[in-house]
């Protein structure tokens, strides 16, 4: 991954942070993404350490054009718990 403002490093550090120091179930990528946000979820999954998990459309949780966003979860995957110490 070749990005002029972050390296593979800053990538996995983010899903540690997220995952281990965090302890977060998923993360979110929705409709307001961003471009770092993006490239680490790709790494994750690249790795083999996240999968695709379930969608949240806010419109079918509080009613038609009362949603704001749409959004993608990623989880660990087993790979991913062994890779970040989080298998127990």
């Known amino acids: 991954m070749e990005n002029k ?28 993404r961003n471009k770092f946000l993006i490239d680490g979820i790709q790494y994750g999954l690249d790795k083999g350490w996240l999968y695709k998990g379930e969608d949240i459309d806010e419109d079918k949780i509080l ?9 993608h979860t990623f989880r660990l995957t087993d790979n991913g718990k062994e890779y970040f110490g989080l298998n127990n």
């Not at 009613?63 to 959004?71: C, K, N, R, S």
């Open 5 to 32: 403002d972050y390296t593979e490093n800053d990538l996995e550090d983010s899903l540690k942070r997220a995952f281990v120091d965090a302890r977060a179930d998923y993360i979110i990528l929705d409709t307001r």
């Open 63 to 71: 009613g038609p054009g009362l949603g704001q966003y749409f959004a």
